[in-house]
């Protein structure tokens, strides 16, 4: 059993910062590429910013600048720490994670993991 749990959301005025984390937990044999989505009311989900393993780094455009991502892979968390927030960065937040879990000993299964969501909202 594996489980991602985000914590950071709330409310925040236009220009200002929060932090999310996302810390996995369980069964975990292997923690690969993490990383933050976004879905607004009516909109599809969009990836919002991804690192890998080793520590790569990938943004949409529109938060890239005012965006950062990071992990601590000691920990199994992914932290994406917003700034500058727009009101158009209001969303629910869900953190994605690849992670392999073992089936025997001699093989794993790897899958895509989400957490439930955390709501941003930006607004005066």
């Known amino acids: 059993q594996v489980q991602l749990v985000e914590s950071g959301g709330g409310l925040v005025q236009p220009g200002g910062s929060l932090r999310l984390s996302c810390a996995a937990s369980?069964?975990?044999?292997?923690?690969?590429?993490m990383g933050w989505y976004r879905q607004a009311p009516g909109k599809q989900r969009e990836l919002v910013a991804t690192?890998?393993?080793?520590?790569?780094?990938n943004y949409v455009d529109s938060v890239k600048g005012r965006f950062t991502i990071s992990r601590d892979n000691a920990k199994n968390t992914v932290d994406l720490q917003m700034n500058s927030l727009k009101p158009d960065g209001t969303s629910v937040y869900y953190c994605n994670a690849k992670i392999s879990t073992k089936l025997t000993d001699w093989s794993q299964r790897t899958q895509d993991y989400w957490g439930q969501g955390t709501q941003v909202t930006v607004s005066s």
């Open positions: 690192i890998s393993s080793g520590g790569s780094t």
């Open positions: 369980g069964s975990i044999f292997s923690l690969h590429a």
